[in-house]
C-alpha cells in the first residue's frame, strides 16, 4: 500500500504539479504586494488622490472603480508574465523537439526495461529479488 502511494507521488507530473503551485503560490504574493503597494496609490491619484481616489458615490453606494483597475492590472501583469516565461519556451521547446533539433527525453534500454518486468514478476509470485550470479558457477 505505501509502495503503490510512494509510487504515485514521485511520479513526475505530481512533483512537477506541487512544484507549480508553489511558484504559482509565491508569485502571485509578489504581483499582488506590487498591485498594493504601487499600482493601487497609482490609480487613485490618477481618480483624484486621497484616501477616496478611485471611487465614485451613486445613491450613497460607492464603487471602487480603482481597485477592479487594480486587480485587472494585477491578473494581465500574472498572465503575462506566466506566457512569456512558462508558455512560449514551453511551446518552443516542444517545436524543436518535432522538428528534430532537440533530442526528447531518454529512453529506458531493452536491458532496463527487462530488469523491471523481471523485478515485477517475481514480486508478484511473492519471491524477492535474485541473488547475483556468481562468477565462478554455471
Known amino acids: 500500500m505505501f509502495r503503490g502511494f510512494k509510487d504515485f507521488l514521485l ?11 508553489v511558484i504559482g503560490a509565491a508569485f502571485t504574493a509578489v504581483v499582488t ?22 471611487t465614485f458615490t451613486v445613491n450613497g453606494q460607492t464603487f471602487a472603480w480603482g481597485a477592479f483597475l487594480s486587480q485587472v492590472l494585477t491578473f494581465v501583469l500574472t498572465a503575462a508574465v506566466v506566457y512569456f516565461l512558462v508558455v512560449l519556451p514551453m511551446k518552443t521547446i516542444i517545436e524543436r523537439r518535432r522538428r528534430g533539433e532537440e533530442a526528447g527525453p531518454a529512453e529506458p534500454t531493452q536491458v532496463e526495461l527487462l530488469v523491471e518486468i523481471r523485478d515485477l514478476l517475481r514480486a508478484q509470485q511473492g519471491a524477492g529479488p ?3 550470479p556468481s562468477r565462478g558457477s554455471p
Open 130 to 132: 535474485a541473488p547475483a
Open 11 to 21: 511520479r513526475g507530473n505530481v512533483v512537477e504539479l506541487a512544484v507549480a503551485v
Open 33 to 54: 504586494a506590487f498591485a498594493d503597494s504601487f499600482l493601487t496609490p497609482l490609480i487613485g491619484l490618477v481618480g483624484g488622490g486621497g484616501e477616496l481616489g478611485g
